[in-house]
Nanobody
Framework: QVRLVESGGGSVQAGDSLSVSCAAS????????MGWFRQAPGRVRKFVAA????????SYGDSVKGRFYVSRDITSSTTYLQMNSLKPEDTATYYC?????????????????WGKGTLVTVSS
């Protein structure tokens, strides 16, 4: 059974930094592209970041480029999202995801596995 468990969400002020983590189990971590999506209240879920199995390829959504950084640790099967210079519009539930196909993250469809999400709130 595949499990993706996010942690590290919380409430911060605009301009602050925050890191969220995703612990994966039940899958061969080194085979999967890992990534993050987010969904703000009343909005559709949007792509945030993805990282390939060997970390050689990363991709970011336009709204977070230059501020957010995705990484992964194969020894602990954990994926991280470092969020800097946070803005109120970054407020959302952040979901960890896993898939064998990197392109599925960019298309936003067909992603195989999802976590339950962690809430990040940024106040002005």
């Amino acid at each position: 059974q595949v499990r993706l468990v996010e942690s590290g969400g919380g409430s911060v002020q605009a301009g602050d930094s925050l890191s969220v983590s995703c612990a994966a189990s039940g899958l061969t971590f080194s085979d999967y592209t890992m990534g993050w999506f987010r969904q703000a209240p009343g909005r559709v879920r949007k792509f945030v970041a993805a990282i390939s199995p060997n970390s050689s390829t990363v991709s970011y959504g336009d709204s977070v480029k230059g501020r957010f950084y995705v990484s992964r640790d194969i020894t602990s099967s954990t994926t991280y999202l470092q969020m800097n210079s946070l803005k109120p519009e970054d407020t959302a539930t952040y979901y960890c995801a896993a898939d064998l196909v990197f392109g599925d993250f960019l298309r936003g469809t067909g992603v195989s596995y999802w976590g339950k999400g962690t809430l990040v709130t940024v106040s002005s």
